[in-house]
């Protein structure tokens, strides 16, 4: 169920929704568009908040260790890999 609000936005801003969103699909278009950005800050929010969590990891102790932890798991062969041969 929508909940009804009112927006004041730029002029230019929404002819250029209307533009793509269409006839009536103004409102779609907008949730469409909010909701992609709150997608994207929350992922900048669980990044930030994440920063630094593997930093003590005795599993990785260096850089390096991480780069060739890296490069083996991407020389590893999958299953589809096998399917393509």
């Not at 699909?25 to 909010?34: D, F, I, K, P, T």
């Not at 599993?59 to 991480?66: A, K, Y």
Request: aromatic share 6%; hydrophobic share 35%.
């Amino acid at each position: 169920m929508g909940v009804r609000t009112n927006l004041v936005l730029p002029k230019a801003l929404v002819e250029e929704v209307d533009r793509y969103a269409g006839p009536r699909g103004r409102s779609r278009y907008v949730a469409e568009a909010l909701g992609e950005k709150l997608r994207r800050d929350r992922l900048r929010e669980a990044v930030r908040a994440s920063a630094g969590a593997w930093r003590d990891n005795p599993l990785f102790p260096t850089t390096e260790s991480v780069a060739a932890w890296v490069r083996e798991r991407r020389a590893e062969t999958t299953d589809l890999d096998r399917d393509r041969r």
